[in-house]
């Protein structure tokens, strides 16, 4: 009880998060950027599921599947965004113990569910390409929604046991974090007792998420490939690679930074805090800014769905 107790005094009450290092004073202005990317995030995620929602048309397998990634960038955005405007528009820098770990839980929770559509994604184009006469039949409406809830269930359960492992360790008077937010990778550095288990856990969960769901994405577009180079005629071809377009960019647009971020905090340690917090906003801002554009481009129904809703039945496209 006595080292419970000792260990419990050496918790801190905040963190101190930083904004964009050496660039204090210029915080103001760089709130407006970050203000815009909040609002093409919100907009254009928003506008993806209410497109999804209320044109019948679109409640299909694969557009299903983009609401369940439109839902998990908007929960990645809503997490942050009380600390980085906090930050950038009123110079609030502090952020209690509790606090931090629910908000490292929650970005954490969503970008492992982030990546757990994108990998179902990538199924629902090799069904949609290799058997597409019984593609409804095989992702039912009901697979559908137990996928996205063991998805939702896998995220938590993994997550849930990091903010405990956190609080067991002595921190020393060490609270300064290195982003605008609460991230494991930068929170793991901060106590000054033993975390050989923070670290084996957090490796397992990065390998048995992010790991297996990106070799897994590159065998399903193996497979893919190896579908559509059987198709007899030269348009046939096309037509199915070009299903597959948006959602390429989705995986590129989320998993470049997140291995560029990983291999910062993991081998950068002479990098500067300036390209470190540039890395974690990339990670975190990218994917909700890029993937609803991309789609509204060059995803033919989803585009003709924000036509109609904009201008009703005016518009054909």
């Known amino acids: 009880m006595k080292n419970y107790n000792s260990s419990m005094k050496l918790l801190p009450t905040t963190f101190i998060l930083v904004g964009i290092p050496g660039l204090e004073a210029e915080h103001i202005w760089i709130s407006i950027p970050f203000c815009l990317m909040y609002i093409i995030i919100f907009l254009g995620n928003g506008t993806i599921l209410h497109v999804i929602r209320t044109d019948t048309a679109l409640h299909q397998p694969m557009y299903l599947f983009l609401a369940l990634l439109a839902l ?16 950038f528009l ?21 970008s492992i569910t982030e990546s757990a559509v994108l990998l179902a994604m990538s199924v629902d184009r090799f069904v949609a390409i290799y058997s597409p ?16 809830v063991i998805i939702g269930l ?12 956190l609080r067991r360790l002595p921190f020393c008077g060490h609270n300064a974090l290195s982003h605008s937010y609460c991230l494991h990778p930068n929170l793991i550095h901060l106590p000054c007792g033993d975390i050989s288990i923070n670290n084996i856990y957090g490796l397992f969960i990065v390998i048995s998420t992010f790991g297996l769901d990106s070799l897994l994405i590159v065998v399903s577009y193996g497979l893919i490939l190896h579908t559509v180079l059987g198709i007899a005629t030269g348009e046939g071809r096309r037509k199915a690679l070009n299903t597959c377009g948006s959602h390429v ?7 470049v930074p997140m291995i560029g971020l990983s291999m910062v905090h993991r081998f950068g340690h002479h990098v500067s ?30 585009r003709r769905g ?8 005016r518009v054909r496209t």
Request: with cysteine; net charge positive.
């Open 154 to 165: 896998k995220s938590v359960m993994l997550m849930a046991p990091l903010p405990l492992l």
């Open 273 to 302: 805090p300036l390209l470190q917090a540039m890395m974690a906003n990339a990670y975190l801002f990218f994917p909700p800014v890029v993937n609803p554009i991309v789609y509204s481009v060059k995803t033919k129904e989803i």
């Open 90 to 110: 009123f110079g609030s820098t502090e952020i209690g113990f509790d606090a931090c770990l629910l908000q490292m839980f929650t970005i954490h929770s969503f």
């Open 133 to 148: 006469l019984h593609y409804t039949t095989i992702l039912t409406l009901p697979r559908i929604i137990g996928t996205g």
């Open 306 to 313: 924000i036509f109609r809703m904009l201008f009703g039945k």
């Open 72 to 87: 998990a960038e908007l929960g990645v955005s809503a997490c942050t965004l009380p600390t980085v405007l906090g930050i």
């Open 249 to 255: 960019c989705a995986v590129l647009a989320y998993y």
